[in-house]
Nanobody, 124 residues
Framework: QVQLVESGGGLVQAGGSLRLSCAASGRTFSTYAMGWFRQAPGKEREFVAAISWAGRSTYYADSVKGRFTISRDNAKNTMYLQMNSLKPEDTAVYYC?????????????????WGQGTQVTVSS
């Protein structure tokens, strides 16, 4: 079992930046891929970005490609999401999640453990 805790959310103006963190405990962090998802009010939870167990492979949703960067520090059991050039449509609760495999996954059903979420609000 994996416990995940997100932090770093907040209110930012359009064009600004935020860095989200996800601290993991439990199962050995360096053995599984991780991902970020987000859910806006009234919408389905959607994939944002994913990273493989060693951090060598990453994958992004088209909507964030070129603006967001996912990374991980296995020595610190922590994953990050650097968000630049934020837009009002990025406003959502952001969740980190852990898979059961070592490789990048993009479907919600591939993730077995979820954090509680952190709110990101981008004002225009």
């Amino acid at each position: 079992q994996v416990q995940l805790v997100e932090s770093g959310g907040g209110l930012v103006q359009a064009g600004g930046s935020l860095r989200l963190s996800c601290a993991a405990s439990g199962r050995t962090f360096s053995t599984y891929a991780m991902g970020w998802f987000r859910q806006a009010p009234g919408k389905e939870r959607e994939f944002v970005a994913a990273i493989s167990w060693a951090g060598r492979s990453t994958y992004y949703a088209d909507s964030v490609k070129g603006r967001f960067t996912i990374s991980r520090d296995n020595a610190k059991n922590t994953m990050y999401l650097q968000m630049n050039s934020l837009k009002p449509e990025d406003t959502a609760v952001y969740y980190c999640a852990a898979t059961r495999t070592a490789w990048v996954q993009t479907r919600k059903s591939d993730y077995g453990n979820w954090g509680q979420g952190t709110q990101v609000t981008v004002s225009s």
